[in-house]
């Protein structure tokens, strides 16, 4: 993959607080795949919401950065269950989408059902159950879901991306997302 080619990591931070805030920090990172990193942009999205989706997309027309080609998301499943919709996300941001997750899991369709109560719990399941599938990348532990490019690409690109356990884009976001949490909360 050419060294200039970027993509933006999306991640949320919560530190729960006294004041009842009910909002997650979100941060996105533009990241060379040579690491340089290159930009950010920040928003929220509501614990226990229904508007990750639409958070991220406003956080790529925010940022409006024609040059980046890939959008990597920390997970499908932000801020308490506030599920990602990533065929729409792909559809509104024009470029491949990529969750990627680490460890194996159940999947969330039992916690889901525990968490909540109707109508809140369909449309959160309907959410979830649209999602492409699950897979393991192969020789780690990190799994993805995948949305405007097929398994071998998004395979590449994740692997060109990570240097160490987290692709680059993802682990910048993550910091940031907690810094910017952590003053926000005071």
């Given at each position: 993959?050419?060294?200039?080619?970027?993509?933006?990591?999306?991640?949320e931070?919560?530190?729960?607080?006294?004041?009842?805030?009910?909002?997650?920090?979100?941060?996105?990172?533009?990241?060379?795949?040579?690491?340089?990193?290159?930009?950010?942009?920040?928003?929220?999205?509501?614990?226990?919401?229904?508007?990750?989706?639409?958070?991220?997309?406003?956080?790529?027309?925010?940022?409006?950065?024609?040059d980046?080609?890939?959008?990597?998301?920390?997970?499908?499943?932000?801020?308490?269950?506030?599920?990602?919709?990533?065929?729409?996300?792909?559809?509104?941001?024009?470029?491949?989408?990529?969750?990627?997750?680490?460890?194996?899991?159940?999947?969330?369709?039992?916690?889901?059902?525990?968490?909540?109560?109707?109508?809140?719990?369909?449309?959160?399941?309907?959410?979830?159950?649209?999602l492409?599938?699950?897979?393991?990348?192969?020789?780690?532990?990190?799994?993805?879901?995948?949305?405007?490019?097929?398994?071998?690409?998004?395979?590449?690109?994740?692997?060109?991306?990570?240097?160490?356990?987290?692709?680059?884009?993802?682990?910048?976001?993550?910091?940031?997302a907690?810094?910017?949490?952590?003053?926000?909360?005071?």
């Amino acid at each position: 993959m050419k060294p200039g080619r970027r993509a933006l990591g999306v991640a949320e931070s919560y530190r729960g607080t006294d004041d009842g805030t009910t909002t997650s920090t979100l941060a996105g990172a533009v990241v060379r795949v040579d690491r340089t990193v290159d930009d950010f942009v920040f928003g929220e999205c509501t614990v226990g919401g229904t508007d990750a989706t639409d958070a991220v997309v406003d956080c790529w027309r925010r940022l409006d950065r024609e040059d980046v080609a890939y959008l990597f998301l920390s997970g499908v499943a932000p801020a308490w269950y506030n599920v990602v919709d990533v065929e729409r996300l792909a559809e509104a941001v024009e470029r491949p989408v990529v969750a990627v997750s680490d460890g194996e899991s159940e999947g969330l369709s039992e916690a889901i059902r525990a968490a909540f109560d109707s109508p809140e719990r369909e449309a959160r399941l309907e959410t979830y159950e649209r999602l492409p599938d699950r897979r393991r990348l192969p020789g780690t532990d990190r799994f993805v879901r995948s949305v405007g490019v097929d398994d071998d690409e998004a395979d590449r690109a994740v692997a060109a991306f990570t240097h160490e356990h987290r692709p680059e884009p993802l682990r910048v976001a993550k910091l940031a997302a907690r810094r910017v949490d952590a003053f926000r909360r005071g």
